[in-house]
């Protein structure tokens, strides 16, 4: 049966968007596995390790390579909006205004399970495989590190919402120390990322954002909201091509993109609705385009094996390091744990950074998958995890410090 190339995308779109959604509605997951976390694994079975092995004929007719670079085009401008989003929501403000408790929390929150990934990482550097063509071992080291710290606020704002703890104290407390650890995820990445033979270009995009910076905001501050929406969009492609050209990634420019604007010119309840749009109509993609780069070559038991160390360096490490903030600050009973738990929740923004370290040929696909099995597992036990202590501690969701 012929099939012209926009019916073979239409059909690609037809199974990235109906496969996921039954098997989360019939399936009944949303407790232990948001839609969005379904969608990730639904990606990873439409890739080439599953769906590419048990149906190759089928795999290379759907995903054939004008498809493929039809999907790679949505998914790289959702997956912009997407940060762009993040970075606003960031509220610098107000971790200022606590900066002790904020800075503690958040520096040990972070730190401890970047120093245990990165251990993980230096055991995985003993057997081929896992190291891109052009990474160095500082870099493979740094990047798997950074992986295991890191906290996915705009997915972590989602599971707040479901467990309707979003405007509380508690909820506004994990807030605060997950933005500052976004911040320091795009830092690492810019260390990462840093090309000595490029760095005049890097130097002259960071110059030339902030010279932009200082004209972008003055520019919002006197336009109608729905102006500033389209404006900012502009923005966000500008900068996200100024990046990119700079040899900082397009992801970077994105993030800062949104990082220097004020979210209140949006609106916040317009911004729930843009977020929850872009998670819903085009993210997806993004999923599937992720899917599509998870490889077994080094040997399924040997990335599972993987997945395992980091997830316990992760899991281990985060819960470690928010305990140690809460011995220091004198936190009442229970608060570690669930702040711990609550940091645990990767997906979105750690499979983005992860892509970009796959992207610029640091790590492997192998290394890829077995992060990507890690950020899946970590977020999934975020809720079973913090829902039973919720309800047995009412008090804890009031508890700002």
């Not at 520096?107 to 495989?129: D, E, H, N, Q």
């Not at 110059?207 to 200082?214: K, L």
């Not at 316990?312 to 570690?336: C, F, H, T, Y």
């Not at 702040?339 to 979105?348: C, F, N, R, S, Y």
Request: glycine content about 10%; proline content about 4%.
């Amino acid at each position: 049966m012929h099939m012209t190339p926009t019916e073979i995308f239409l059909l690609a779109i037809l199974i990235i968007f109906t496969g996921p959604y039954l098997v989360w509605r019939l399936g009944r997951t949303d407790y232990w596995a948001p839609l969005v976390v379904v969608q990730i694994i639904g990606g990873v079975l439409l890739g080439p390790g599953v769906l590419g092995a048990i149906f190759p004929g089928y795999y290379a007719f759907v995903f054939a390579g004008p498809t493929i670079t039809a999907l790679n085009g949505i998914a790289w401008w959702a997956v912009m909006l997407f940060v762009w989003i993040a970075g606003l929501e960031l509220d610098v403000g107000e971790a200022w205004r606590r900066r002790r408790e904020t800075g503690i929390t958040a520096g040990l929150a972070l730190g401890v399970p970047l120093i245990a990934g990165s251990l993980a990482a230096l055991a995985m550097l003993r057997f081929p495989g896992w190291r891109g063509a052009d990474g160095a071992d500082w870099q493979v080291v740094l990047g798997i590190g950074m992986a295991c710290a890191v906290t996915a606020l705009p997915i972590l704002v989602l599971l707040m919402e479901k467990l309707a703890i979003l405007r509380a104290p508690l909820g506004q407390r994990v807030l605060r120390y997950a933005s500052l650890d976004d911040i320091a995820i795009w830092g690492v990445l810019a260390l990462i990322l840093l090309d000595w033979e490029r760095v005049t270009r890097q130097a002259g995009f960071l110059v030339g954002f902030a010279v932009a910076t200082w004209a972008i905001r003055r520019l919002l501050r006197a336009i109608p909201e729905n102006d500033r929406w389209y404006v900012g969009l502009i923005w966000l492609a500008a900068c996200g091509f100024a990046a990119d050209w700079a040899g900082l990634h397009f992801m970077v420019g994105a993030f800062l993109a949104g990082a220097v604007l004020d979210a209140h010119w949006f609106g916040e309840a317009r911004m729930d609705r843009f977020r929850q749009t872009i998670l819903m109509g085009i993210m997806p993609v993004y999923f599937l385009s992720t899917g599509l780069k998870t490889q077994w070559g080094v040997g399924g038991a040997a990335v599972f094996a993987a997945a395992a160390l980091l997830l316990v360096a992760s899991v281990g490490g985060k819960l470690a390091g928010v305990a140690m903030a809460g011995r220091i600050l004198n936190w009442p009973k229970g608060d570690a744990k669930a702040i711990g738990w609550l940091l645990q929740t990767k997906a979105l923004i750690m499979i983005i950074f992860a892509n970009i370290l796959l992207d610029k040929h640091i790590i492997t696909n192998e290394t890829f998958t077995a992060l990507l099995l890690m950020a899946v597992a970590s977020t999934m036990l975020t809720i079973p995890r913090v829902a039973p202590m919720l309800k047995r501690d009412p008090a804890l969701v009031k508890r700002g410090f």
